[in-house]
């Protein structure tokens, strides 16, 4: 019961932390724009486009992959094991 309710804490909390990392598509749009001017490329040519499409492209990757994990996390159910002892006293 305890590794269940760790995932849960765990999930919750990685939860909490992306809601408050969200992005405008305009913040998102600026910040992989200048990671491109950071690899060597320069605005307005055809390897600027590429490298703002492969970040695109991975980003999509990255959310099905998250998509796909989760699915199978919460298909995945581990079994409920239920223990009653019983404590017998002998006088």
Known sequence: MKPVLNAMVVAAAALLCASCQTMTPEQRRAADEARCVNYGFRKGND????????IELDRRAEARA???RMSQHMAWRPP??????VIVDRK
């Open 80 to 85: 409920i094991v239920v223990e009653r002892r």
């Open 66 to 68: 998250n998509s796909i």
């Open 47 to 54: 390897a600027f486009a590429e490298c703002l499409q492969r």
